[in-house]
Every structure is written in structure tokens, then in C-alpha cells.
């Protein structure tokens, strides 16, 4: 099952993009789904992440208040939209996705996740 990420990008500091995730459509209504990021030489680390049913989400503290995660029924898509950008978040973000069996469910580790995307790029710029 491929996940794809799409969105990345060049942008500044104090800047917005909004990345997105599709899926097909099997995958995308049994599942809870995340949103992880990677800088160089850095280990993946989490982002946001949101339940099946969409009624919760988690946020990693360096990221709370500028980042909202969605996700669209209509599109399956997840989407996270990235405001007030600064250079620390810099880095390759992956989405991923698992089967969730509870619909409140959220997950914030790697590996409670099954599939991920390949990856899309942001870059801020101070």
C-alpha cells in the first residue's frame, strides 16, 4: 500500500506550507495516521498524529500551536498545515499510517506505525 506525501518545499522563516498525504481508500478509513520528521543527523522524531474517527490529535511540544493535523474522508488525505515556520523545522517529514482497531486511538511512536510515505522536503530559511 503506498502513502503519498506531497507539499514540501522552500520557504521563510515565519512562512506557511501545508503538506499532504493520500492514500487509497481501504487504508486510509481503518487507520490512525502521523506525521514524523527528520533532520540531518537527527533521528526521526514525531510531528502530529491524529485517530481514526479525527476527534484527537497530538502534537510534539516544539510544533504545538503552529501545526494542525487533518484528515479528509472525501479526499483520503491527511494533511498538516505548517504555519509560522521557523529553521529548526528544517527536515524530511513522513507521513504514516497503521490500523487502528479503537477509532479514538492516537499514536506518537515509529514504530507503532506499519506504512510511510517516502518523504517530502521542507526547507526554512532564516
Known amino acids: 500500500v503506498q502513502l503519498q506525501a506531497s507539499g514540501g518545499g522552500l520557504v521563510q522563516a515565519g512562512g506557511s506550507l501545508r503538506l499532504s498525504c493520500a492514500a487509497s481508500r481501504r487504508t486510509f478509513n481503518m487507520n490512525a495516521w502521523g506525521w514524523f520528521r527528520q533532520a540531518p543527523g537527527k533521528e526521526r522524531e514525531f510531528v502530529a498524529a491524529?485517530?481514526?474517527?479525527?476527534?484527537?490529535?497530538h502534537y510534539a511540544d516544539s510544533v504545538k500551536g503552529r501545526f494542525i493535523i487533518s484528515k479528509s474522508n472525501a479526499l483520503n488525505t491527511v494533511a498538516l498545515q505548517m504555519n509560522s515556520l521557523k529553521s529548526e523545522d528544517t527536515a524530511v517529514y513522513y507521513c504514516?499510517?497503521?490500523?487502528?482497531?479503537?477509532?479514538?486511538?492516537?499514536?506518537?511512536?515509529?514504530?507503532?506505525?506499519?506504512?510511510w510515505g517516502q518523504g517530502t522536503l521542507v526547507t526554512v530559511s532564516s
Open positions: 491524529i485517530s481514526r474517527n479525527g476527534y484527537n490529535t
Open positions: 504514516a499510517s497503521n490500523y487502528a482497531r479503537r477509532p479514538e486511538i492516537v499514536r506518537e511512536a515509529p514504530d507503532e506505525y506499519e506504512r
